[in-house]
């Protein structure tokens, strides 16, 4: 207790001076060395720490105690970030535990054992052991509770989920300080901080320096080198490029390997290769990097940021192909990672961590003004999650209850419990994270492949934007057209009221009102297409156009833009997934329509657009169940839903559909056995996707494609009712008559104007 409070020193006195007594037997002397060990390990004094515990294991005999040595001696071990060895001993332990019939102790190993697991890599395992091991180790009390919840905090981080790891972490924090354990909420605040630096650095430096200042109270000299080193790297990635900050990275770089923490120092001299690579200093810059060695079986963050940092440095000494092979080379690494998970919601969220690889090889490639090489990466950027191969998850019982206690939950008249709801939503996105991926990862399409399968009627545009400037590749059977379109912020600044106003102008409203409002979205419209639209359409053409925008402009109504108005437009993922997706036919032989409750009109809509199909299936009122959805989606090839939709922001594939016993989520969709190839999603807000950390894409319309649709029909915003019903049917009526989709839309959309209320479907896919 003394050394969880700080008074490391007292407690290390009381231990040696009990080994002095002549008269202490051998296992107790086994004991006190284990607690010698314990006090140096939490100081961080990873090198004394192991020869106490090993000193302790040549004495104890009982198994309880051994298991306690274990346990100790691989968080040694997890401090060095020594994975397969930490591993050895938590499974040590574990078993030692299980002898001496110790469910407790069991238990914390086997946490351990899970921590393990996530610095490898392995989230669906770390996630697993914390689960099993979480009753019995928080039934200890509060400060068992912080300690796990502070190491799931870290996984959920790792997985995109920034904002809950962060509370969590804060709250882990909070916990200690309460109980005055001013090392183990040092321990918090740092690991806070380190889940920041990418993504807030002066946020992480904030915390980066509570804790230090902890550290510095409980005289833990082992602890206060990495907090400064986590507070060096927040610098370097504020831009920091003094000469001061590079020679306190040499200097924290050879602390850290003395105390065996070679990844820990190699993340230092990374960052001390940044800082003279900014200054100019070439030459120290590539001596620096020659100390930081191979980081071949390191953590994937110092993996990534190994190959970031050697592409700057190759990029700054005008060594462009270098450069871009290290780009290339870490996002293989990335997507090698990603391919271990199953789960589209995992793999979306670890995608960030490329993100800024993918960003230095857009903006290289956007130097370069070489179309193949711009293609190139305007597909990698792009498909940071895409690339991997989807897999059907394994029918989960659990979730499927859990999501039919939500569904009831949300219904019209249920009992909402805010409590309840929050544990159902974290269990069924941790469960579904568990299935594996398929290990599976597709090459990129390149842009000879892409011009040899085009045809003559169709263009791909593919806009692409870096932190300065946006650019649009036009490519045809004739030529690819590189074309600027000037600053980022002229461009992405108005996008934010774009949706907000087809909001109000889906609403209904007096006449005169209603015109002016129209009017106005019409006039920036017409700007935006300006920006956007008509600096391409030379190269277009007459064509019709494959989108693949960015994901800063993902809310665009493309079809509302003039140029793009009554043109077949279809947005895809990506070049890649779009050649993949037109190889065969699309199935059109039968339809099925689903009316939710409470939508003007809903029932009118999908009985006039059924009867323009023979043998169609409709559902409504009480009979448009989920089970009932479910089992309706899997039979027909075109699938259409009217009902309220809501986007969930929060997670996204907790978007849904309104039907009559609740909403029908993204992770319902993700549990269909076969997919219809295209879906109608007559829905305010569910083709509305939220852009994640990485800047991919998440939502129902997502979520549809992954699950094997290859066309959705949805609107990132609010529609007229009535103009929706128009649209609509008159879609379903070319539908049938064997019009594409994309084809389809296009003759049934209107214009914006002072008169018409907009209509911005988009065909995804």
């Not at 995608?351 to 857009?362: D, P, S």
């Not at 920006?531 to 156009?545: F, I, K, N, T, Y």
Request: glycine share 8%.
């Amino acid at each position: 207790m003394l050394s969880e409070m700080g008074e490391h020193a007292e407690a290390m006195g009381l231990c040696h001076e009990v080994l002095s007594y002549d008269d202490v037997d051998e296992s107790s002397r086994g004991g006190l060395h284990a607690q010698l060990g314990l006090i140096l390990m939490l100081r961080g004094e990873t090198s004394p720490a192991m020869e106490h515990f090993d000193e302790a294991l040549m004495r104890l005999d009982e198994s309880s105690r051994i298991a306690n040595v274990y346990l100790n001696r691989g968080n040694v071990h997890l401090q060095r970030r020594q994975v397969v060895a930490a591993g050895a001993d938590f499974e040590r332990s574990f078993a030692a535990f299980r002898e001496a019939d110790d469910a407790y102790g069991a238990a914390k190993a086997l946490h351990n054992l899970g921590y393990t697991h996530f610095l490898a890599g392995d989230l669906v395992a770390a996630l697993r052991d914390f689960a099993t091991a979480y009753p019995t180790v928080a039934a200890e009390g509060p400060v068992m509770t912080a300690m796990v919840e502070q190491d799931r905090a870290e996984v959920l981080t790792a997985a995109g989920l920034h904002e809950e790891g962060a509370v969590a972490l804060a709250a882990a924090a909070t916990a200690y300080g309460r109980r005055r354990l001013y090392q183990r909420r040092g321990e918090a605040e740092l690991a806070l901080a380190r889940s920041l630096v990418a993504r807030d650095p002066r946020a992480s430096r904030e915390a980066a320096r509570l804790a230090l200042r902890r550290f510095r109270r409980t005289e833990a000299r082992a602890w206060e080198v990495r907090a400064e080193a986590t507070l060096l790297t927040a610098e370097v990635e504020s831009g920091g490029r003094g000469p001061a900050l590079a020679r306190r990275g040499a200097d924290l770089a050879q602390e850290l390997d003395d105390q065996g923490l070679r990844w820990d120092a190699a993340l230092a001299r990374l960052g001390v290769v940044q800082v003279l690579t900014r200054r100019g200093d070439l030459a120290g810059a590539r001596s620096s990097l020659r100390l930081v060695g191979s980081t071949r079986r390191g953590p994937i963050g110092v993996r990534l940021t190994d190959r970031d940092v050697r592409a700057e440095l190759a990029a700054a000494s005008g060594r462009r192909a270098d450069a871009l092979h290290h780009v290339r080379a870490g996002l293989a690494d990335l997507h090698e990672w990603q391919s271990s998970f199953g789960s589209l919601d995992l793999q979306t969220g670890v995608a960030g961590h490329g993100v800024r690889l993918a960003a230095r090889g857009l903006t290289l490639a956007v130097a370069s003004g070489r179309p193949h090489v711009l293609f190139e990466w305007s597909e990698r950027a792009r498909m940071l999650a895409s690339r991997v191969q989807p897999v059907r998850a394994p029918e989960d019982e659990q979730i499927v209850s859990d999501l039919t206690e939500l569904r009831e939950m949300a219904a019209e008249g249920g009992q909402r419990d805010p409590e309840r709801e929050a544990e159902l939503r974290q269990r069924v996105r941790e469960r579904a994270w568990q299935h594996r991926g398929s290990g599976e990862v597709d090459e990129p399409a390149t842009l000879d492949e892409l011009r040899g399968s085009l045809d003559a009627d169709t263009a791909l545009v593919a806009y692409v934007a870096t932190a300065a400037q946006v650019v649009a590749l036009v490519v045809t059977t004739e030529e690819t057209a590189w074309v600027d379109l000037g600053k980022r912020s002229a461009i992405t600044d108005p996008l934010g009221g774009l949706l907000p106003d087809l909001d109000v102008a889906a609403a209904e409203m007096p006449d005169a009102m209603g015109r002016f409002v129209r009017q106005e979205l019409a006039n920036r419209l017409q700007a935006f297409s300006e920006r956007l639209v008509a600096p391409v359409l030379e190269a277009v053409g007459r064509r019709s156009v494959v989108l693949t925008p960015s994901g800063v402009l993902a809310g665009v109504p493309w079809t509302l833009l003039p140029g793009f108005t009554g043109r077949p437009v279809t947005v895809a993922q990506s070049a890649t997934s779009w050649l993949a997706r037109r190889t065969t036919p699309l199935r059109s032989a039968s339809a099925g329509f689903v009316a939710g409750p409470r939508v003007a009109r809903a029932e009118d809509e999908v009985t006039a657009a059924a009867k323009e199909w023979s043998d169609a299936r409709v559902l409504t009122e009480s009979a448009a169940t989920a089970d009932a959805v479910c089992e309706l989606a899997e039979s027909v090839d075109v699938l259409h839903v009217a009902a309220h939709g809501r986007h969930s922001a929060e997670n996204p594939l907790f978007s849904g559909l309104q039907l009559a016993d609740g909403p029908w989520f993204g992770y319902d969709i993700d549990r269909l056995r076969r997919a219809p190839d295209v879906v109608l999603l007559s829905a305010c807000e569910v083709g509305r996707s939220n852009v994640r950390w990485g800047e991919e894409l998440l939502g129902m319309t997502t979520a549809w494609l992954h699950a094997g649709a290859r066309c959705v029909i949805a609107s990132p915003a609010a529609v007229n009712d009535q103009a929706a019903y128009d649209v609509l049917v008159a879609v379903h009526q070319r539908l049938a008559a064997g019009l594409e989709p994309a084809a389809a839309l296009a003759e049934a959309v209107p214009a914006v104007s002072a008169d018409t209320a907009p209509v911005p479907l988009i065909c995804f896919g």
